[in-house]
């Protein structure tokens, strides 16, 4: 009966779904003029999979498929994605399908709300109706709508972090019943490393938080793990290098706050990636060759973790020094767009410029979060149960993993931009109102039972009402007031890249000099449209041409091009000029200036040099 009763929410929840996917993508296609164009990391990500596309059509397989190997800032899973969509059979423009990646994993957030929460709850009724509004509380923000539209990874995120929770829910279930199916298993690898495969750097503090919970959960078995691991593993010359590489790890978020000393610097970041790779070696071949006694003495929740998502997400991580890099020039960007991200959630949108809240109408999720938090407190308070089995509930466990994620995010970043946080909100719902709902089902009293229900009603009625308030969905302000261009709407912006595209011959194959992206040129107007011009080219060219970034290491000769491009902010300039006569003389190449266009703005200008074949110098 309670199955049938769940019903009307599952199509409520479903038509919600339909209803912002369709007119979401409709605001995007009829009102951004500039979704030919993505943001700087997009346009970059998008760059290198049409070089990819060009590499496998010319034949060039190992080059067309390294940079997914290769992967040092972002994973490789949205390129991947993005190139396959290069071979899906529409007529939408690579930009459009790009950007509708982000509306599909936030469409794919709502049914794994409801999947997750009918398994936890045990029932498909009350699965319904907390995905439901859950998925209100993901809807109802600021900035999701602007990300639900672009190929940034914010969705993604989402979408991979509430399986890792589930995940391990999931873990901690049945390890308490006394065996981990191998499904389990799989569903941790699947999620755990497809949120590390989303984003590094918020992979590893994921698995940062697992570890913590870990030794809160097993506080016992982990000092049998410290003392067979001092007596056996770190012992001398062992147990000084631990100690110094994980103080050296642990020591850049404070150095960043404490000292001016720049640690962005090459040197510094291949002695980090070195210590750090003779340790992870180390460590591992020593596990490996002791795993029986490992397996006996390690909780068997830290095995599966191990196995399964932290040693294959590290030895990616150490096949390359420049992903190394990538993680300590994350760690070193400070951008204070906020103060903090938990008072990001908790603050009204609004009302502290330094602050900026997230939630249309925050009182949903304030009382929902201290409905939840009573839950908890009622549950350790409640002594049917010894404390040790309650730090051992799975749901108690998934929802530490996902605070102490929060709480190390804030503490070890200076990049405090409020999008950060939008990841956790899907979680958040699922937890929240998973917590919500067992005040309900461990009520011992009808004083209790009553209470409960009364504050779910409460608690959903005001998520609801996100729906109907002053930018909720169902009125008329939403579509009107959310920001859904996130290129925004002025057309002029980008005019400068299309004009320069549209020079290029798509047949004909180039080699370009962007010196926009060089430090001399980071004052000129050009500079934040340069990946802009890169990106625009290569769409105007990778069906038939091509037209590739310059690189010492990439390009050893340019027999395959047609032309040279050199893009600056003035033609001609010495700047670019001299680079371009270095390149020729090193490569023994030859050309000749056949045209030169200054775009409208001004702001850049375009020469092509035709390269001359041997047959024609001769």
Known sequence: MKRIAGIPFLILGILLVYYYSVRAWQMFLNVCPNHDFLSWDENIRLAT??????DFRDGSWFRGFFPFLESPTWPPLRSIITFASLYFP?????????????????????????????????????????????????????????????????TQSMFFLLWSAYALYRLYEEDNSGEIRTSTKYLVAFSLFGFYFTKYPYGILFF????????????????????????????????AYLVFVVLMIFSLPVLRVVSNINLNQRPFKMFMYYISLVLFVDLSLYMFRNRSKAIAVFPRTTVVLWVYAVFPAFLWLFCNPDRVSALIDAQMIVNHYTRSFFLTLWTEPGIDPKVPGIFDFVWGFRILFLVSSVSI???????SKNWKDKIKDPLFGATVAIFLELLILELATGNKQPRHVLQFIPAIGFFTTAWSLRFVQSAESKPFLAAGYLSIAVVLGL???????????????????????YRGTNVSDFQPAREIANQLDPTKKYILINAFHDKEKYETKGRVLASDFDLAMKLKTYEKGAVRNDHPRKWKDWSKFDSVLLLSDTCPDAFVEEKFESRSKILIAESTLVKTYREGS???????????KPEVTK
């Open 49 to 54: 999979v049409l070089d990819q596309y060009v």
């Open 90 to 154: 529409t007529d939408w423009p690579i930009t459009y399908r790009d950007s509708f990646n982000g509306l599909i994993f936030l469409i794919f957030v709502y049914p794994t709300l409801f999947y997750i929460l009918s398994k936890v709850t045990r029932s498909w009724f009350w699965g319904s109706v907390l995905s439901f509004f859950s998925f209100i509380l993901t809807l109802q923000t600021q900035e999701v709508p602007a990300y639900s539209l672009t190929s940034m990874l914010e």
């Open 208 to 239: 940062m938080a697992c570890f913590t919970y870990e030794f809160l959960r097993n506080p016992t078995k982990y000092k049998d793990v410290i003392v067979y691991l001092y007596k056996d593993y770190a012992k001398g010359f062992r147990l």
């Open 377 to 383: 407190l009622y549950f350790f308070a409640n002594k």
């Open 463 to 485: 998520v609801g009402w996100n729906l109907f308030y002053n930018q909720g969905l169902l009125s008329d302000r939403f579509f009107q007031t959310k920001p859904f261009c």
């Open 602 to 612: 001004g702001i850049a200008c375009l020469q092509e040099f035709r390269i001359l």
